[in-house]
């Protein structure tokens, strides 16, 4: 019988730490939304997460709340109709990473403008945001509701923003989400100083949805570089105020719980010596043959590649934006080179975060 003694047992037990640190590290912080420590009118806030809670004339409205949840607590986000001397509106109900803001210049409803600025340091790279969420309202069919992710490297500026009637208000903001999202929410009063978006995965639907239901939002890819920084919005109506393609509803709302970033050990797209292999199957374990000829690639050195985060979004005006996924590294997957018309080769692909691994055996002919 095997005898495990007191250091071997502290040493089994940090090792198992060390890996589950390894394999859930990398995700968001309060994924459970369960620190409302802060308050904001009275009202108890998530310490890490951020209401569009509002502030105007001296007078102050929550847009997010702490309610019960899937698991202990959840967050509740509703839109609101607002007002304080005279001054009328509804905003829009959401949560971010980064903070919310909104601007009005002077007592001019019509420069009103608003959005989200900044996120938190971040270097990872997920393939899947996954939430838990309710959606409730008498107007749900009349607005989306939105999951939103993104990441970038830089650090965005400019000065002007798109306000209620369609014109820009001058206002500075220092990584506003409409000057990182160029491709998709553009700001399009202008961006004075750009950044590298890396990543975005962005749903929406106009839905009602009474019990709790799982939504899984891939994450696509412009490029393989690392991010330096991402933001995550969970917004009950159309985001943010005023450029979407309706109004805003008040009552409308969005309960959220246990979020997850899944890290996935799959390849999307294959590549031999530059050229896609359309047949390649990502979900087989089974050995997977290839033609040369019939792929059209000749020579004697072969270089396979994988791919993953490959998509398309279509943004609110039905322009569609282009991701073209990001390179597998070293790190992430590796080759043993087989021979031509004998040994297959194997390809070893681990998720980013070491969650999981899958193996592909190709036979590769000429």
Known sequence: MLKISVNMRKTILVIAWMVAVVSYAQQLPDTHFEDWSRTYNGDAQLVNWNGSNVSQVGMKFTFMFQKPGRTGSCAYVTDREIGAIGI????????????????????TIKSATAGTEGGIA????????????????????????????YSWIGTAKSHQYKNKVGGCTSTERINEESDIRSATNGNECGIDQPVKQVAEGWYR??????????????????????????????????YPAFRANDGLYDGNGLYVDDVELIYSSRIDRLTINGTVWKEFNPNSEAVQTVSLTALGVTGDGLRVAGYRGIGTLTNIKGEKARFNGRKLGANEMTVEPGEINGKPWTITVKAEDGSSVHTYRLKIVK
């Open 205 to 238: 639907a106009r839905a009602k949805y009474n019990d709790w239901t799982l939504i899984k939002v891939p994450i696509l890819y412009k490029n393989d570089g690392r991010p330096t920084m991402c933001n995550v919005i969970f917004s009950a109506g159309n």
């Open 122 to 149: 971040w270097t990872h790279r997920p393939d899947t945001i996954a939430v838990w969420v309710k959606r409730t309202g008498a107007n749900t069919d009349k607005e989306d509701f939105h999951i939103l992710y």
């Open 88 to 107: 009328t509106a509804t905003g829009p109900g959401y949560m971010s990473l980064g903070q919310p803001w909104q601007y009005m210049k002077g007592l």
